[in-house]
């Protein structure tokens, strides 16, 4: 038996976005020279679950998969069972007063803590970043670029769980990349709170663009660069033009405007106005004429009048994003928003939601149709039901549209597809290309 086969099992649970995935994978390189670890695990030593606690249905979310976990401890499933993440952060005392039963909670960040729980008395290695485990897929990589959050939006209880706006260096995001792309990625995407503010604390300047150029000189014309949580006021032409005039960037942005009325947005704190708003997509479109642009939009914000929502609509059917998620107004303690007057009834603000998805199904519906016949270059995710799927530039892991192609294709590589039918969220197409590229 190797000696591989004989250590013992961690399953590590990742809940939330992207940003938590990268944690955990950071954790699992930490924990992989002792132990098997793996999110599918039934049995074994251990369970680290990395709960999100951002917006109430992640916090629901997080809270059934403690409970959970307990129980399988109880069942005799794992000796021990650990928690961390945003959830954690947020209410650490009340979590480890209703829950003794659990073996720990640990904050944000102490990876110390959590591998000498399980055993391992040795620091957390400096090159943490380049010793990740990919937990989800080997192909696509994510790199938190920053952490934390400065701005001051009235919705948002990021900040006081993250804290202040925090950058990497240069230098070790470029070695990550490279760590990724020596494990054969073929897609990285940059997160973060927000890229947008990226440098301006420990540069003391605005380093987003020089740090997109150095990034994609180093990946290459055959792999994708992918750039998530821009913030739309930060958004500026030189950005826009750095994305237009690499090889590798994706022509995709997400721009999370969150309203387009003038009136919330101020409210919100988002430091935007409707106007501002069309100019940038405006802008962003003279510029980059096939950019797909990705936004997010919260309904039923408190002073979110009939009249005003109809105008988002309105405004929204005009804009014409090519992706969009929407959520209901998620009402959160310690934000200026949560004694705001004229908060709205849930309900009114789920029905608001699902009226914008309807008109954005159309919206989409339309984009996708005028697909047909155009020939795509596709990177292979998964196979499912008979089909390789996989999604083209314009589409980011989970969120966005994907491509349906028959046959047995390779995952994580690229293929030219040809469309040749569309509904409101997947294309469906025929392969074209005889051998992968880059071969």
């Known amino acids: 038996m190797r000696l591989f086969d004989m250590m013992k099992k961690i399953k590590i649970i990742t809940l939330g976005c992207d940003k938590n995935l990268v944690d955990s994978e950071v954790l699992s390189g930490q924990l992989a020279k002792n132990y098997q670890i793996s999110p599918d695990f039934t049995s074994g030593e251990a369970v680290i679950v990395n709960t999100c606690g951002f917006i109430g249905d992640a916090k629901k979310q997080s809270i059934e998969a403690v409970i959970e976990t307990i129980e399988e401890k ?3 499933n794992f000796k021990k069972v650990l928690f961390t993440g945003c959830l954690i952060q947020r209410y650490f005392k009340e979590l480890k007063k209703e829950f003794p039963e659990a073996d720990g909670f640990f904050k944000l960040g102490d990876i110390k803590g959590m591998i000498r729980e399980l055993g391992i008395n040795r620091n957390v290695s400096a090159n943490r970043f380049c010793e990740r485990i990919a937990l989800e897929s080997e192909h696509t990589g994510y790199i938190k670029i920053s952490d934390g959050c400065n701005h001051k939006c009235s919705y948002c209880a ?57 990034l994609s000189a180093l990946c290459g014309k055959d792999r994708w660069v992918r750039l998530l949580y821009t913030h739309p006021p930060l958004v500026t032409r030189e950005f826009v033009e750095t994305i237009a005039t690499s090889d590798n960037i994706c022509n995709y942005i997400d721009f999370p405007v969150q309203h387009t009325e003038t009136e919330i947005l101020k409210m919100m704190g988002r430091g935007d ?4 708003i069309s100019q940038k997509v405006k802008l962003m479109r003279e510029i980059i004429p096939d950019i797909i642009i990705r936004t997010s939009i919260i309904t039923g914000f408190p002073g979110e009048t009939p009249k ?68 795509l270059k596709v990177l292979i995710d998964r196979k499912e039901n008979g089909y390789s799927v996989g999604r083209t530039y314009g589409d980011a892991p989970d969120v966005d549209n994907e491509v349906m192609v028959k046959g047995d294709l390779k995952a994580g590589q690229f293929y ?24």
Do not use: C, W
């Open 74 to 76: 109880k069942k005799g």
């Open 158 to 214: 990021i900040p006081g769980i993250r804290g202040k706006y925090k950058s990497r260096s240069i230098d070790s995001i470029l070695k990550e990349a490279e760590f990724l792309i020596n494990g054969n990625v073929n897609e990285i995407i940059l997160v973060g709170q927000e890229i947008s503010s990226y440098g301006t604390d420990n540069y003391k300047s605005n380093k987003i663009n020089d740090l997109l150029k150095e």
């Open 273 to 276: 106005t409707t106007e501002k």
């Open 308 to 375: 005003l929502f109809s105008s988002m609509k309105k405004h929204l059917n005009d804009l014409r994003f090519d992706r969009l998620g929407v959520f209901p107004y998620s009402r959160e303690e310690g934000t200026p928003a949560y004694s705001m007057p004229g908060q709205i009834n849930l309900g009114t603000a789920k029905k608001r939601s699902e009226s914008i998805m309807k008109q954005q199904q159309d919206i989409s519906l339309e984009k996708n149709t005028a697909l047909i016949g155009k020939k």
């Open 416 to 439: 030219m597809v040809k469309i040749t039918e569309a509904d409101e969220y997947d294309l469906y197409g025929l392969n074209l290309t005889e051998t992968t590229f880059p071969s």
